[in-house]
């Protein structure tokens, strides 16, 4: 095993993740923005901005997998006498005597000290703000006066990010620019149709500009000598076509211990049709100058930087646990809460490891999303499941995915995926446990976003388990589609050709008979919320409609799904079983164990306690549970595009972090708290953290898509960080199956499902306008609550009923 070193800790008082060394094995990021203008930075300052749409309206510019990689971000280049330097280490890579960043909620700042000048720059998006922020502070803290060279840097991108690096023929002649004073606007193609710019300001005067990219860096130069920059002399160049960029160039004199801030300002500005222009040619700066003016001074900034720690402690205090283990309070208090944060703004959009450009809201990963977020601002929440409903189609098929900007249905991907149904159900049940809003049930949602075709919210719920019912194969289960949650598993798409997509191509869809067992375990789980909602809304007769369809499926899984020590997981389009021991390989697959098991298909003929005992045997290995077992090693034409993936990587038998909480829920269900808790710490970021910075590579403080498994080269490599539901299942499994704090409709439930050597622990929990102090004393036990005292009293049961005001509960197991 290879030296692990360490680049950085945790510092859980600041909430933060400190990175101590800039050559961290991948590049380390954060995301800013909670709403409508978002950034992504990372730890030397890479990255790019966007308003609501990575693909739609980029705004600067970001070149994926360059070479060295990560180049490209807001720069500053410091100019000490011919010591060139940035705070962040890149671009010019000049050793640095301190480097530091601190990654925290939303915001980002990065320390850098060279020769006795330390420059920190704060990156955040203020609250309901159309701009990120970058407060720089430079100090001399040598003995001598020092007179420096200062240039930003930021390179616009031509909005659209995906002709941004096509269309050359078109682009190299539309790009625009106006200056004025300390600010750059950039206009492409806002003479025509576009009612937006963008601009780059800062809140000083300045002694050049550059808007040239060529003429800033010189065509035979880099990112990491720019011209200008080695010269210590801008251009004043003004951008007609090619690349347009935003340089300011500022001289600044400090006297020994004197420390300046300037504010940076990069901002977005909508107008209206008529309002474009304030002069032929010369557009309305009307909002830019109102923007500016409301972050110019530095007291204006670290008011809205207080503003916006002031939101994160107030979203952090909704959950908080005290358990006495560092590495489990700092994840559930602080970064796993973070993380479904932004994986509920960004859904598998923009990351280091997602374009932007390929994918827009899937339809199940936003519903799974929304289940992390829910607690924190239920009325987003609330939007969200409206949205993606309107995306639904009347038999309760769906889109697979739509785009933020204009919330349609993506066309390219289309439907036919037939998990995605059950999805809403997830999410819509999670919003009203937790908010008590039933009234969602009756908004109006349309199909297809198709005006005249609305009908209430609850009637896309039931045609989304119709969709399940009507489409039942040989074996009466669920057709799979295009495919289930595993998007690789493509039981109708039979490909030789390297062109075709898996998932959109269907050569032999006609007659088809490929079943899913994991969907038929998610139509079991989520059909029975259905029905316990319906008996809350006195719909009784559609409540039994449903379950005979439940008890159904329970019988079909009995019989047809069943293998002998594991669920199936499908069968494929000639009826041929797959995830079977018959199997060559593939033998058995982690997600229709996770979705029986949730369902607790045959838990009184032994199968729960099988399958789980055999994902410990089969799929579980030092860095998690692997999605299946022997991993394929060879091209199966009737499976799609699993078996395209090398051994151990991704869908084929990587360990794919999103449903390993799926069997921590089915042991936690089956009271197996031991178990159910070292599965959960096998894939805990502040564990791997302690063990495996290097191996790991990516971001230790967020869970990451997939782990390389153990039939992979590197067992134990994290690939795809950020954005996967991997954030809302570890936040849904630790807060409601382990913790034991489960939101109710008429309370919250306590049913805790703990290791043996759990410790006495406190949960402090906001309800609606309830404030639960919550106080569990395990006694040894992995499972199951004795008494709870509520205010003092005995309760029956295990639901504290709803009522508003401040409450105490003591719970003995
Ligand atoms: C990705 C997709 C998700 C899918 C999973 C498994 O995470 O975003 O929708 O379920 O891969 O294929
Ligand atoms: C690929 C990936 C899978 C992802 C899908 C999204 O198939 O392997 O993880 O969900 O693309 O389109």
Redesign the pocket.
């Known amino acids: 095993m290879e030296q692990q070193k360490r680049y950085g800790h945790f510092d859980d008082e600041h909430r933060e993740y400190v990175i101590t060394d800039p050559k961290t094995p991948w590049p380390w990021i954060n995301y800013l923005g909670n709403e409508d203008f978002f950034s992504l930075i990372s730890n030397t300052a890479g990255g790019y901005s966007f308003y609501k749409d990575a693909k739609f309206r980029r705004i600067t510019r970001y070149r994926y997998n360059n070479v060295p990689m990560d180049n490209g971000g807001r720069y500053f280049y410091i100019n000490d006498g011919g010591a060139i330097w940035n705070p962040g280490w890149k671009p010019c890579k000049t050793p640095l005597d301190f480097y530091e960043c601190r990654h925290g909620m939303s915001y980002t700042r990065i320390t850098g000290r060279k020769n006795g000048v330390e420059a920190s720059v704060l990156f955040f998006v203020p609250l309901k703000t159309w701009a990120e922020v970058q407060k720089l502070t430079l100090t001399n803290q040598s003995n001598e006066t020092k007179t420096l060279k200062l240039f930003s840097f930021e390179e616009w991108c031509l909005w659209n990010a995906a002709t941004d690096m096509e269309n050359f023929q078109r682009n190299f002649s539309t790009g625009e620019v106006e200056i004025e004073g300390a600010t750059i606007y950039h206009k492409t193609e806002y003479r025509e149709r576009r009612n937006h710019y963008a601009f780059y300001h800062v809140n000083a005067e300045i002694q050049g500009f550059d808007t040239d990219r060529e003429t800033f860096v010189g065509l035979y130069n880099e990112f990491s000598n720019p011209d200008a920059v080695m010269e210590g002399k801008p251009r004043n160049s003004h951008a007609h076509g090619w690349s347009p960029i935003a340089s300011h160039y500022i001289e600044v004199t400090l006297q020994p211990g004197e420390s300046k801030d300037f504010v940076f300002l990069l901002g977005y500005i909508e107008n209206e049709q008529d309002k474009k222009f304030s002069a032929p040619q010369v557009i309305n700066k009307e909002k830019a100058h109102a923007l500016i003016a409301r972050f110019d001074t530095t007291e204006k900034v670290d008011k809205a930087f207080a503003e916006l720690n002031a939101y994160w402690d107030a979203l952090l205090n909704i959950y908080k646990v005290r358990t006495g283990n560092d590495k489990l309070d700092r994840m559930v208090n602080i970064w796993n809460q973070y993380q479904c944060m932004v994986t509920f703004n960004f859904s598998?959009s923009a990351s280091f490891f997602e374009s932007g450009i390929g994918r827009g809201m899937?339809f199940?990963?936003s519903n799974q999303d929304l289940v992390g977020f829910v607690h924190q601002i239920p009325s987003r929440a609330r939007q969200r499941i409206i949205d993606i409903a309107s995306t639904q189609f009347p038999d309760g098929g769906c889109y697979h995915q739509y785009q933020p900007l204009t919330k349609r249905g993506n066309n390219d991907i289309g439907g036919g995926f037939n998990d995605d149904p059950c999805w809403l159900i997830f999410g819509t049940v999670a919003y009203i446990k937790e908010s008590g809003d039933f009234s969602i049930l009756d908004e109006m949602v349309p199909f297809d976003n198709q005006p005249g075709s609305e009908v209430t919210l609850f009637e896309h719920l039931k045609v989304s388990l119709n969709h399940v019912i009507n489409n039942l194969g040989p074996h009466m289960l669920p057709l799979i589609g295009r495919a289930d949650?595993?998007?690789?598993l493509n039981l109708n798409c039979f490909s030789w050709d390297p062109n075709e997509s898996f998932q959109t191509t269907e050569n032999v869809s006609e007659g088809t008979k490929a079943e899913s067992l994991m969907i038929a375990g998610l139509f079991v789980v989520t059909a029975k919320e259905y029905v316990k909602l319906c008996d809350k809304i006195a719909k009784h007769e559609e409540g039994e409609r449903m379950q005979k369809a439940i008890d159904a499926m329970i019988e079909a899984v009995k019989k047809h799904g069943w293998d002998g020590e594991w669920y199936l997981r499908a069968y494929d389009f000639y009826g041929r079983k797959i995830g079977s021991n018959e199997c060559d390989e593939a033998k058995i697959f982690i997600e229709s164990q996770g979705w029986c098991t949730m369902a607790e298909i045959g838990a009184d003929e032994g199968m729960v306690a099988k399958s789980l005992d055999s994902c410990k045997k089969y799929l579980e290995c030092e860095h998690g549970m692997v999605l299946n077992n022997p991993a394929f090693t060879k091209y199966i034409y009737e499976y799609g595009e699993i078996s395209s993936y090398p051994e151990g990587y991704k869908?084929n038998a990587g360990i794919?972090c999103?449903n390993n909480p799926w069997v921590i829920i089915g042991e936690c269900l089956a009271g197996r708290g031991n178990d159910a808790w070292s599965h959960y710490a096998k894939i805990l970021p502040s564990y791997v953290e302690e063990k495996y910075q290097t191996l790991h590579k990516v971001e230790p403080y967020v869970n990451c898509?997939m782990v390389a498994g153990k039939d992979a080269f590197r067992p134990g490599e994290g690939k795809n960080s950020w954005l996967?539901?991997t954030a809302a299942w570890m936040w849904y499994t630790v807060s409601e199956f382990i913790l034991g704090i489960k939101p109710d409709y008429d309370g919250i439930c306590i049913d805790p499902c703990l290791p043996e050597t759990a410790t006495d622990y406190t949960v402090q929990r906001k309800f609606r306008d309830a404030d639960y102090d919550i106080t569990i004393h395990p006694n040894g036990q992995q499972k199951g609550v004795k008494q709870i005292v509520l205010d003092g009293t005995p309760i029956e049961g295990t639901v504290i009923p709803y009522s508003s005001g401040h409450h105490t509960v003591e719970v003995t197991m």
């Not at 949650?485 to 690789?488: E, G, I, K, Q």
């Open positions: 598998r899937g199940r990963d949650w595993n998007d690789c869908e794919f999103h898509q996967t539901g």
